[in-house]
């Protein structure tokens, strides 16, 4: 199995596509509205089946964050920050963050492509310091 197998699930392909042009969306309810993420084949609300996506600014608030200072890959030297962010939209996510990040700061989206082939990766920059909120950076 590769990175890449869940790519063609049915339920994350949309996600995936969107992420390798450089955009986040979320899944929105067309029942009731409720967004949410991880992709799933219902609404966590009310269980409609009947979900869209929708592409975010990819802003939000850190909800939480950690500064790993352990090894656990050889390509991700400590230290590094990881946070999850509530999006604006009310999903959150658990990504790379600023080192210096605390509760409450806010942060943007960006995706940066994967090494080899692999998905895009998605890590979060203090707001102001991306002149474009989901922007691929190469
Ligand atoms: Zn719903």
């Known amino acids: 199995m590769t990175d890449n197998d869940d790519i063609l699930d049915p339920t994350t392909a949309a996600f995936w596509k969107a992420a390798a042009d450089g955009k986040l969306v979320v899944q929105r309810c067309a029942a009731c509205g409720h967004s949410q993420l991880y992709p799933r084949p219902f609404c966590l609300a009310c269980d409609s089946t009947d979900l869209t ?13 950690v500064t790993v200072h352990l090894p656990v890959r050889a390509d991700l030297p400590p230290p590094y920050s990881v946070g999850l962010v509530e999006l604006d939209e009310g999903p959150r996510l658990l990504a790379a963050v600023p080192d210096d990040a605390a509760i409450g700061d806010r942060v943007a989206a960006r995706w940066q492509p994967g090494d080899g082939g692999a998905r895009p990766v998605l890590s979060f920059a203090a707001v102001g310091s991306l002149a474009n909120a989901a922007e691929v950076v190469s």
């Open 53 to 65: 996506w929708a592409e975010t600014p990819g802003l939000g608030t850190v909800y939480s964050c």
